[in-house]
């Protein structure tokens, strides 16, 4: 079974500073791991995703994250916050659970809301 | 090129009554779900499909149906709705099922009320 645990389900920063959002996973085998952001009444869209290519992630509008083993971690971080940050993030962890098959499934988070003070 | 599209975009029911959320892709995707999402609950996969004519039980399936009859569609019908199924649902899409990397493409949303 697979599991993410988002720390904190609130977030706020001022435009300008940093942005890191907290994601640990739990994973009996190799994770690939995923952050989508859903603005206010839409749908999510896909930030950014590790599938062992390379440990550093690169999204788009700035995102970035850090796979790291040993430490079942997958942080998301912005350099600087825009007042268009403001969404809520979910990470999510690619697999299967206890009694059904993995296929591309997802497991999601509980979910982290970003609020940008200006 | 629509993407997924869901309707209704709101739904109010009352308790005992039936519907069903219908969701469409023009993306040629084998794989489609359904998630609902609660406050501090993140998204549960309710039911999911490979390809047509094939369906199988996600994280959350009770009291929820669906058929897969065309790559394009897949309907979820709420047989008897229950206070507890209050929720937004999102319908997904994706092109491989057999990957595990493979990104999901998200619909907008129904927001379904249960009195």
């Known amino acids: 079974a697979q599991s993410v645990t988002q720390l904190g389900s609130h977030v706020s920063v001022s435009e300008g500073a940093l942005v890191l959002l907290r994601c640990n996973y739990s994973s009996s085998v190799p994770p690939y791991l995923f952050w989508y952001v859903q603005y206010p009444n839409q749908g999510l869209q896909l930030l950014l995703k590790y599938t062992s290519a390379a440990t550093l992630v690169k999204g788009i509008n700035g995102f970035e994250a850090e796979f790291k083993k040993s430490e079942t971690s997958f942080h998301l971080t912005k350099p600087s916050a825009h007042m268009s940050d403001a969404a809520e993030y979910f990470c999510?962890?690619?697999?299967?659970?206890?009694?059904?098959?993995?296929?591309?499934?997802?497991?999601f988070g509980q979910g982290t809301i970003l609020t940008v003070h200006p | 090129n629509a993407g997924v599209t869901q309707t209704p975009k709101f739904q109010v029911l009352k308790t005992g009554q039936s519907m069903t959320l219908q969701c469409a892709q023009d993306?040629?995707?084998?794989?489609m779900s359904w998630y609902r999402q609660d406050p501090g609950m993140g998204l549960r996969l309710i039911h999911y499909?490979?390809?047509?004519?094939?369906?199988d039980q996600g994280e959350v399936p009770n009291g929820y149906n669906v058929s897969r009859s065309t790559t394009e569609d897949f309907p979820l019908r709420l047989l008897s709705a229950a206070p507890s199924q209050t929720s937004v649902y999102f319908c997904a899409s994706s092109w491989d099922y057999l990957s595990s990397t493979d990104t999901q493409y998200f619909g907008p949303g129904t927001r379904l009320t249960v009195l």
């Open positions: 999510a962890v690619s697999g299967g659970w206890a009694g059904g098959t993995s296929y591309g499934k997802l497991t």
């Open positions: 993306m040629n995707h084998e794989y």
């Open positions: 499909s490979v390809g047509a004519g094939i369906t």
